[in-house]
């Protein structure tokens, strides 16, 4: 399995592929990913161009450890296949397929990859894949999708298209995706790859904003696709596990380990029953406080 | 590879260039318009002659008005214009003439 299919993905910066003054420099803003944008940022006239600024950008600059993943343009265009030929030769991360309605979609993208990967020498399974759930029929198959490679590390909610398909709207609330995200998360746990939101577009309503990290937060989500440096810090600080968790979780770690070996199943930890049911939970704690720099134990 | 029509690409925006391949006279005729022509004129046209040399291309006049390009960008702005010029927008020699 390719060593990245589980990293650290909080926040995942949009920048549009055509525009040399946005990707010249957005490492400096320490978003975990960025989004490289091939398709609904890039006019239709300038898909070509931005192909160019992309593969160059991908290949001299140092993005110093953000992941740099590549949204190509849908299925249903001219141009998917040749962005993937570029993305792949420039040395991509990933590629995030737009509008995937079935496991199909992911396995045409996944075999493009593949050539590509041969193509420009790159080691085979090396580009990971995420998948992008834009529609109604996308996310009833959200199963089907989380399950469609070993490539792919995780599905995206695109709120903007899904509420049109839904025959409603963006309100700011998030009722109008509670259904979807509700979906969309419980697939992919249930499949074992990561789940992230849809974009938060109100730029002056930075409560809202905060608000709706804290939902997604609670409801399992692994991060947020953002479209501006400055919501980077809220979501990192929503995601990343604070002290007293991380304290807590390092107690309920040992004390099972250390119950186990005496043959006891349940105690408690600072008032709280505690069993085996809560060993996982703690481990991931402990397992991202590490990978957002912020451990300093020894588990 | 031979320019077949005039061409441009790229933005005046910052940190853009924008640039024009036209059929040449028989050489490579290079002009540059730049606020920073002083300090970085003579990296820009290497950079420009670098990527001509490495798209098989001795014959265009090439016009660049930059607005604080990176390397990275003028190449990619000047391949964009190339390939432009001569209609390929698919199979493309990633990693090869393109580099």
């Given at each position: 399995m390719?060593?990245?299919?589980?990293?650290?993905?909080?926040?995942?910066?949009?920048l549009n592929a055509q525009k040399p003054g946005l990707i010249k420099d957005p490492y400096i803003y320490k978003p975990d990913s960025i989004m490289l944008d091939l398709e609904d940022a890039v006019a239709e006239n300038q898909k070509d161009a931005a192909r160019f600024s992309l593969y160059h950008a991908l290949k001299t600059i140092n993005y110093r450890g953000c992941e740099r993943v590549v949204r190509i343009?849908?299925?249903?265009?001219?141009?998917?296949?040749?962005?993937?030929r570029c993305a792949v030769a420039g040395g991509c991360d990933a590629i995030r397929i737009p509008k995937t309605e079935s496991a199909q979609d992911v396995k045409v993208v996944e075999a493009?990859?593949?050539?590509?990967?041969?193509?420009f020498g790159r080691e085979e399974g090396s580009v990971l894949i995420m998948a992008a759930i834009e529609s109604a029929r996308g996310v009833m198959r959200a199963l089907d999708i989380c399950e469609s490679s070993e490539r792919l590390f995780g599905i995206a909610l695109s709120g903007g298209d899904y509420t049109k398909d839904l025959q409603t709207h963006i309100t700011g609330t998030g009722i109008e995706l509670m259904g979807a995200r509700q979906n969309m998360v419980i697939a992919a746990r249930a499949a074992g790859v990561q789940c992230f939101d849809?974009?938060?577009?109100?730029?002056?309503?930075m409560d809202g904003f905060r608000q709706d990290v804290e939902n997604i937060h609670l409801m399992g989500f692994d991060g947020k696709s953002i479209i501006n440096p400055r919501q980077i810090n809220i979501v990192h600080e929503i995601f990343t596990p604070k002290q007293k968790d991380i304290i807590f979780a390092e107690k309920v770690v040992r004390e099972i380990d250390t119950k186990k070996?005496?043959?006891i199943g349940v105690f408690t930890v600072?008032?709280?029953?505690?069993?085996?049911?809560?060993?996982?939970?703690?481990?991931?704690?402990?397992?991202?406080?590490?990978?957002?720099?912020?451990?300093?134990?020894?588990? | 590879m031979e320019i077949k029509k005039p061409a441009i690409a790229g933005t005046l925006e910052s940190s853009d260039c924008q640039v024009t391949v036209e059929a040449g006279e028989g050489k490579v005729d290079f002009s540059l318009e730049s606020?920073?022509?002083?300090?970085y004129g003579n990296q820009i046209r290497k950079v420009?002659?670098?990527?001509?040399?490495?798209?098989?291309?001795?014959?265009?006049?090439?016009?660049?008005?930059?607005?604080?390009?990176?390397?990275c960008t003028i190449k990619a702005r000047i391949e964009a214009a190339v390939y432009r010029s001569i209609g390929q927008i698919e199979d493309l020699p990633w990693g090869g003439a393109i580099r």
């Amino acid at each position: 399995m390719n060593p990245n299919k589980k990293r650290l993905r909080r926040t995942m910066m949009f920048l549009n592929a055509q525009k040399p003054g946005l990707i010249k420099d957005p490492y400096i803003y320490k978003p975990d990913s960025i989004m490289l944008d091939l398709e609904d940022a890039v006019a239709e006239n300038q898909k070509d161009a931005a192909r160019f600024s992309l593969y160059h950008a991908l290949k001299t600059i140092n993005y110093r450890g953000c992941e740099r993943v590549v949204r190509i343009n849908g299925l249903d265009t001219p141009y998917w296949k040749e962005d993937i030929r570029c993305a792949v030769a420039g040395g991509c991360d990933a590629i995030r397929i737009p509008k995937t309605e079935s496991a199909q979609d992911v396995k045409v993208v996944e075999a493009e990859v593949i050539q590509a990967e041969k193509d420009f020498g790159r080691e085979e399974g090396s580009v990971l894949i995420m998948a992008a759930i834009e529609s109604a029929r996308g996310v009833m198959r959200a199963l089907d999708i989380c399950e469609s490679s070993e490539r792919l590390f995780g599905i995206a909610l695109s709120g903007g298209d899904y509420t049109k398909d839904l025959q409603t709207h963006i309100t700011g609330t998030g009722i109008e995706l509670m259904g979807a995200r509700q979906n969309m998360v419980i697939a992919a746990r249930a499949a074992g790859v990561q789940c992230f939101d849809t974009v938060y577009t109100d730029l002056d309503d930075m409560d809202g904003f905060r608000q709706d990290v804290e939902n997604i937060h609670l409801m399992g989500f692994d991060g947020k696709s953002i479209i501006n440096p400055r919501q980077i810090n809220i979501v990192h600080e929503i995601f990343t596990p604070k002290q007293k968790d991380i304290i807590f979780a390092e107690k309920v770690v040992r004390e099972i380990d250390t119950k186990k070996a005496q043959g006891i199943g349940v105690f408690t930890v600072d008032g709280k029953m505690i069993d085996i049911a809560f060993y996982d939970g703690a481990k991931r704690t402990i397992e991202l406080a590490k990978a957002s720099g912020v451990y300093k134990g020894d588990l | 590879m031979e320019i077949k029509k005039p061409a441009i690409a790229g933005t005046l925006e910052s940190s853009d260039c924008q640039v024009t391949v036209e059929a040449g006279e028989g050489k490579v005729d290079f002009s540059l318009e730049s606020a920073v022509i002083n300090q970085y004129g003579n990296q820009i046209r290497k950079v420009a002659y670098e990527t001509l040399d490495n798209l098989g291309i001795d014959n265009v006049k090439l016009t660049i008005v930059d607005k604080g390009a990176l390397d990275c960008t003028i190449k990619a702005r000047i391949e964009a214009a190339v390939y432009r010029s001569i209609g390929q927008i698919e199979d493309l020699p990633w990693g090869g003439a393109i580099r």
